[in-house]
């Protein structure tokens, strides 16, 4: 198999006229779209402790978040619930139950 420069890759599946014109898709245009840490705005918090109410934790990166992981790490060995709110630019919101440990990892 030779040598293939990605650079230069262009459409190849014959698509119905005016869906996507010829060399629209490069690697370049892709890299430039690409999800990567060195593009994205990432905030861990501290551990918080679950009220059992909505609550917000502060995260700073000034937009809404596009993913929210919380991650228990502390519990009674009971059940319990983890339920996320509507976050906002300030704030992610969760609810976790009454003290049950956890943080929140927020990703923009």
Known sequence: MGK????????RTPLPAGQIATG????????AAAVSKAKASVF???EQTGTGAPQNV?????????????????????????AEGAHDA?????TVTAGVKFKVLVWS
């Open 24 to 31: 629209a898709i490069t690697t370049a245009k892709i890299a």
């Open 58 to 82: 502060a995260h700073s990166l000034a937009a809404v978040p596009a993913l929210v992981l919380v991650s228990v790490t502390e519990s009674d060995g009971n059940a319990f619930d983890v």
């Open 90 to 94: 300030t704030n992610a919101i969760v």
């Open 4 to 11: 293939t420069n990605f650079d230069e890759l262009e459409l």
């Open 44 to 46: 861990a918090s501290v």
